[in-house]
């Protein structure tokens, strides 16, 4: 059975485009995969606390010199890694923030980073252990950024995944929304044509 995790990281709760927009994305994927499984990871309702020293403690503890509240914190981390290997296809709903990702992602990223399980350092340099994915991210933004100096997202999406091993990255972008609604509306239009050709 086909597994598809959407991760929903847009600091608004409602109306949020790029969640709309994913939405519509992981329902077409669930037509071109009968009986596939969703899970929904919602980064907003179940906010992930920003690194600190208890955090990285947690990490870099040996796991059985761990205390307590080191093992809940590294048991979040890795039930997060879980659910991410256990999908097939990931959808991201990443609206641009100020040229790059919200913090929410940001933070969820750096609880799936760790290094001997998710990524590993060898004589070639860094290695991704999450690799068999087909990843797509729904990108909305106020203005157009695609191709320019102002969007720092892309290429740091494409890094950061790709070094998990996640190379198979499609980007759907819904640019120029706060342009006027004609722009707006054309936007919508062009990123349901790429969600309806996933």
Not at 66 to 78: F, G, L, V, Y
Not at 95 to 112: A, C
Not at 126 to 152: C, F, I, N, Q, W
């Amino acid at each position: 059975m086909t597994t598809i995790l959407q991760i929903n990281s847009a600091a608004r709760s409602q109306g949020a485009n790029s969640t709309l927009l994913a939405n519509e994305l992981t329902a077409k994927l669930q037509q071109s995969n009968p009986g596939a499984q969703v899970v929904v990871r919602n980064l907003q309702a179940e906010p992930l606390p920003h690194l600190d020293d208890t955090i990285l403690g947690a990490f870099f503890t040996p796991a059985g010199q761990r205390t307590p509240e080191q093992n809940a914190i590294a048991a979040r981390s890795e039930a997060l890694i879980a659910e991410l290997q256990a999908a097939d296809i990931v959808v991201i709903a990443a609206p641009l923030y100020n040229f790059g990702v919200s913090s929410q992602l940001k933070t969820y990223f750096d609880f799936i980073a760790r290094a001997g399980i998710t990524f590993k350092y060898g004589a070639n340099g860094a290695e991704g252990l999450v690799t068999g994915k087909k990843v797509h991210v729904v990108s909305a933004r106020g203005g157009k950024y695609v191709g320019t100096p102002g969007d720092s997202q892309t290429p740091y999406l494409k890094t950061f995944l790709g070094f998990l091993g996640m190379t198979d990255v499609n980007f759907i972008y819904a640019e120029g929304l706060n342009m006027g609604p004609d722009v707006a509306n054309a936007a919508l239009a062009g990123a349901r044509e790429a969600i309806a050709a996933a």
